[in-house]
């Protein structure tokens, strides 16, 4: 198969073709009407035919630049299609990674007033622990736990990690009385092994905590382990800001007036240079928006 010319020799061709003038094209490719003049030269020399007859002030195609010229002019129109086509559907999809339960609990119920205010995005959700890699992954926003501190990603505070003891209405009503945080050591503590308990345990003013019960659930999110505790299978450390419906119909109690904050944050991120997409702006604005409502 035949090498195909420089595109740059393609594209000055096509434009002074368009154009008839080599100093509109050169305007217009934001280069001198010298380097037209040469790029024109180089595609007629791979051609072995001039392109263009030279004229005192206007050029105009010769017979071989007629019967090309219609053709280049297809391929740039083809070529202008596909990526205007790409654009439109990258602009239409928003794709969103987040941690497990914030994305279940908290996210998925809010999102019908975003696709409500913006029928032309469609949102993309994946739910993932780790830390998706922008450069490398397919991904316009995260949503993910942290201190904020992430180089080259622009970073909004979203709620605080704040984790308390939960158990159904079934559970507590079995239990025995709890007057203080040392009664629940004598109860199921779901997924006991998560370091979160021991530091509730020490804002409770418990510093080596030691539960008498034996193994228990294991989970790797707050969605299991709050549906565990639903059914009535022991105490689970939540964070309320994603059972707030669960705990308003009366399902999840709250057992102890007592709130600890984990050393991290959930944060909306995104890269930088990204921030002024128009998708990735109306979604940010959302979003805080719904954060700042639930807080207040």
Known sequence: MSKLPPLSAIRAFEAAARLG?????????????????????QLEDRVGAPLFLRQARKVVLSEAGKRLAPAVADA??????????????????????????????????????FQAAH????????????????????????????????????????????????????FLATAGPIAGPADLLRLPLLDWTDNAWRLWFKA???????????????????QILGNAAMAGQGLALLT?????REIAEG?????????????VDYWLVYPQERRNQRKIRVFRDWLLREVAADLA
Not at 21 to 41: C, D, H, M, R
Not at 92 to 103: E, G, H, K, P, Y
């Open 21 to 41: 003038s080599f100093t509109q094209a050169a305007a217009e490719l934001g280069l001198t009407q010298a380097a037209i003049s040469y790029q024109v030269k």
């Open 76 to 113: 740039f129109q083809r070529l202008h299609f596909a990526f205007d086509a790409l654009k439109q559907s990258d602009e239409n999809v928003l794709s969103v990674t987040a941690v497990s339960t914030f994305c279940t609990n908290w996210l998925v119920p809010r999102l019908g007033t």
């Open 119 to 170: 029928p032309d995005i469609a949102v993309r959700l994946d739910m993932s622990t780790r830390q998706i890699d922008f450069t490398r992954e397919n991904f316009d926003l995260g949503i993910r736990g942290g201190r904020g501190d992430w180089p080259g990603l622009a970073a909004h505070h979203l709620l605080p990690l704040e984790i308390s003891v939960y158990a159904s209405p079934t």
């Open 204 to 222: 409770a003013g418990i510093a080596d905590p030691r539960p008498s019960s034996g193994p228990n659930i294991m989970a790797p999110t707050q």
């Open 240 to 244: 309320p800001a994603f059972f707030r």
């Open 251 to 263: 399902r999840l109690v709250q057992v102890l007036p007592i709130l600890a904050r984990e050393p």
